[in-house]
């Protein structure tokens, strides 16, 4: 079956700009979490959702947000873009939305920001 | 916030080694699972491990889970060039999110 998929791949934004990246996750999971991922400060927890609900949430500003639609895709939107938001974001798919039973991640969306 | 020592940050290896990396914490995990991330792609499940104690085996690669959940090793025996790689250890919260060591990049030599 077809695996997580994240749109775009790549990505160069400007200072102040605001983006939205895309996760298709695997077909009938419905617990989607997205993470960030940068040399400094590996990988960080954004947020999960289920059932097109936010169930848990990092510690990252209010400029990232997210969400799930009907069909389990979801969206995480980032406002004003800073160059420290320059990371790999990985979105990872659960069937169960557990974490004892690990997750199937995305090749992620390198977000470059200049 | 948990959080989870993971060591050594780097590793370089002639094939055909062993070699053992170890993830330590200061609290409890439900579960402590193993990832292995290649340049350019998101991380890849290995195992998952969650009673105290646990033990798996994935052909060359053992994971073992400490008797109090707070640490996990992985062991690779013989090492080949394809394990080369970013390997990373995760704690399960109780709650659904995933807590990340910093990593282990692994490179192995031909």
């Known amino acids: 079956k077809a695996g997580v998929t994240q749109t775009p791949r790549y990505l160069i934004k400007t200072r102040g700009q605001q983006v939205t990246l895309s996760c298709s996750p695997i077909s009938g999971h419905r617990s989607v979490s997205w993470y960030q991922q940068t040399p400094g400060q590996g990988l960080q927890f954004l947020f999960e959702y289920f059932s097109e609900t936010q169930r848990n949430k990092g510690n990252f500003p209010g400029r990232f947000s997210g969400r799930q639609f009907s069909n389990s895709r979801s969206e995480m939107n980032v406002s004003t873009l800073e160059l420290g938001d320059s990371a790999l974001y990985l979105c990872a798919s659960s069937g169960t939305g557990q974490a004892n039973y690990g997750y199937t991640f995305g090749s992620g969306t390198r977000l470059t920001v200049v | 916030t948990q959080l989870l020592e993971q060591s050594p940050q780097f590793l370089s290896i002639q094939e055909g080694e062993n070699l053992t990396v170890y993830c330590n914490s200061s609290?409890?995990?439900?579960?402590l699972q193993w990832y292995r991330q290649e340049p350019g792609e998101g991380p890849v499940l290995l195992v998952t491990?969650?009673?105290?104690?646990e033990v798996k085996k994935l052909k060359r690669l053992t994971f073992q889970f400490g008797d109090a959940r707070k640490d996990s090793s992985l062991h690779i025996t013989a090492a080949q060039p394809g394990d080369t790689g970013l390997y990373l250890c995760?704690?399960?919260?109780?709650?659904?999110?995933?807590?990340f060591g910093a990593g282990t990049i692994l490179r192995v030599k031909s």
């Open positions: 491990v969650v009673t105290g104690g």
């Open positions: 995760a704690g399960g919260e109780y709650g659904n999110k995933l807590v």
């Open positions: 609290s409890v995990f439900s579960s």
